[in-house]
């Protein structure tokens, strides 16, 4: 919006009819179509509406930022993951292939594809020629579409590009992601405590924040910024892929500490595996516990990237 484009976007039905709680402060600003990376009919006449309707259009550029994106719940839903994050990507592809030659020259694509492909990593710090060694439904699906790029990229000459992103963050990230569910809990234990203190209701007990593998690393960065580089790419002289990671890795377990130390508490680990707790080291209450539903059949223990390519060319 900021840089004046005219946006569209794709919005899946269900039944909860009013679900744009993260866009509403733009919703107004944006044309809004009901879609789905599923029904390839829906795209094919979405791409053609917003040609049709911009006859002048100088260049089209189409972002697939759509997935079913938690790792964990590709595991118990991995053919809709599939369907959504691999064969979606086809889809949108196959749409833009079949376009006019000359609408074709003017439309760029960008996959997001992510760090999570490595997988189970065969080199640190990654890059783009690393192999991939995905662990999970999620990171096989993304490979394929990330495959599928280069293939429509070199088979038919489009302009589309590949990001691989190290994982991005910001207060819009879903609840159920790990930073979103560390920081909102550290946020409810801030206010309590405030609750406790005025009221002096001592007894009060105080929730507790239930986690699974502590000890993998991520290389965490502001979506913002990642946003801008997928942005970035689209308006190169030719399409590539590219890594945009910060360069620096961070186990969940720092995660927590560094949270928690935003409001003064400095947490004390006890016990191992799934019996270990996170305790306040003043009052002793426990805060934490891990929880073994969260631990996932594969884990990717530890993500760093290199992004030389990016911060070089783009
Ligand atoms: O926050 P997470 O769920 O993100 P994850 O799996 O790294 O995936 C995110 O980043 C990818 C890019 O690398 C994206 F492709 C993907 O779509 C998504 O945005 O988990 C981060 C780590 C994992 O190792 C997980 O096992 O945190 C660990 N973790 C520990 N306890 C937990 C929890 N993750 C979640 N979601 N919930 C927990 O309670």
């Known amino acids: 919006l900021e840089k004046k484009y005219k946006i569209y976007g794709i919005v899946r039905r269900n039944s909860c009819v009013f679900n744009y ?57 991995p053919e809709y993951t599939s369907l959504v994050d691999g064969v979606g990507t086809l889809k949108l592809l196959e749409a833009i292939r079949c376009l006019s030659v000359e609408n074709q020259k003017k439309t760029r694509f960008y996959q997001a594809s992510t760090s999570e492909m490595y997988g189970a990593v065969l080199e640190t710090p990654q890059n783009e ?11 096989c699906a993304k490979l394929y579409s990330h495959f599928l790029v280069k293939n429509y990229r070199e088979g038919y000459n489009l302009f589309a590009c590949s990001g691989v992103l190290f994982n991005h963050e910001s207060e819009r990230r879903g609840d159920n992601f790990v930073t979103k569910k560390i920081t909102n809990f550290v946020n409810a234990i801030k206010r309590l405590k405030n609750d406790i203190n005025e009221n002096n209701d001592e007894n009060q007990e105080l929730p507790i924040l239930k986690l699974g593998n502590l000890n993998s690393k991520r290389d965490w960065g502001h979506a913002k910024d990642y946003v801008y580089g997928m942005w970035l790419m689209l308006q190169q002289e030719n399409p590539d892929d590219y890594v945009l990671a910060m360069e620096e890795t961070y186990s969940i377990r720092e995660f927590v500490e560094k949270a928690f130390a935003k409001i003064n508490i400095t947490i004390e680990w006890q016990g191992e595996n799934e019996n270990e707790v996170g305790l306040d080291s003043k009052t002793k209450d426990i805060l934490i516990k891990v929880d073994k539903k969260y631990f996932r059949p594969c884990e990717v223990e530890l993500l760093l990237g290199d992004s030389s390519k990016a911060r070089n060319k783009l």
């Open 21 to 77: 709680e993260r866009i509403d402060h733009i919703k107004d600003k944006l044309n809004l179509k009901y879609g789905d990376l599923t029904d390839g009919s829906s795209l094919v006449s979405i791409i053609n509406k917003i040609i049709s309707t911009n006859p002048d259009f100088e260049v089209l550029e189409i972002y697939n930022l759509g997935a079913q994106s938690h790792v964990q719940i590709s595991f118990e839903n």
């Open 129 to 139: 020629k690393t192999p991939f060694n995905p662990q999970s439904p999620y990171a």
